[in-house]
């Protein structure tokens, strides 16, 4: 049987408990992600857009050059499911993916599925994205960088609480789907990239007490879709 890392598996980061530092000066969200003005792309700095695959409207956000999405993405991708297969957790809080053949995560990653997921004109960011959003956000600091993604609320069952949500990109702790358990809700989240470190793994973004970076993946996890 295949050997595989979690993205983020709490009893495995209890060495991270220290808490966020609030860390706000020299931070001027207003010259980072304004939420007046117009992007690199024409649109506006924040709003919404149409998945033309199924009508489903999301939220976007613009930090420094980039536009990602402001909540999870929910098509409904093959081998995709909802937290505890409850069809409400995927309406609220988006759908977990895995990009192994056959969701199966003994198997290799299928490279068609990364790039078919994400609606047209937008793609999973690569770990590079993942680095250039926390040096915008953070100047590379794990723990600001954190505390200015996460949510002002849901963290309620966190130790190191919520966040400031800086720049509207809203980070739910939605936990994910390991090893046959969905786990992890109220306690931290995982995004898949579409950098392979390897032909069975893929590696992602965690977000819990801190922002940590390229470590591999095993089974699902949430996605957020940034602008191609």
């Given at each position: ?101 056959n ?55 966190s ?40 032909e ?14 390229d ?14």
């Amino acid at each position: 049987m295949k050997k595989s890392l979690l993205l983020v598996v709490p009893f495995v980061l209890l060495f991270l408990n220290a808490c966020a530092t609030d860390a706000d000066e020299g931070f001027d969200a207003s010259s980072v992600c304004p939420a007046e003005g117009t992007n690199a792309y024409g649109m506006p700095n924040r709003g919404t857009f149409v998945d033309e695959r199924d009508g489903q409207v999301y939220k976007y956000t613009t930090i420094g050059d980039q536009v990602w999405m402001a909540e999870n993405l929910r098509y409904d991708a093959a081998y995709s499911s909802c937290y505890e297969d409850a069809d409400e957790n995927c309406f609220k809080y988006g759908r977990l993916y895995s990009f192994y053949v056959n969701g199966n995560p003994n198997e290799l990653i299928d490279k068609n599925l990364i790039g078919s997921v994400c609606p047209a004109g937008w793609k999973v960011p690569t770990s590079e994205d993942f680095k250039k959003l926390m040096n915008n956000l953070g100047e590379g600091n794990e723990k600001i960088t954190a505390t200015r993604l996460k949510s002002v609320n849901g963290w309620e069952l966190s130790e190191h609480g919520a966040g400031t949500d800086d720049c509207n990109f809203s980070v739910y702790p939605y936990g994910g789907f390991h090893f046959g358990n969905y786990e992890g809700m109220g306690i931290y989240t995982g995004f898949l990239s579409s950098t392979l470190r390897s032909e069975d793994f893929v590696e992602g973004m965690g977000v819990y007490s801190r922002v940590i970076l390229d470590v591999s993946v095993a089974s699902k996890e949430s996605i957020r879709c940034i602008k191609d």
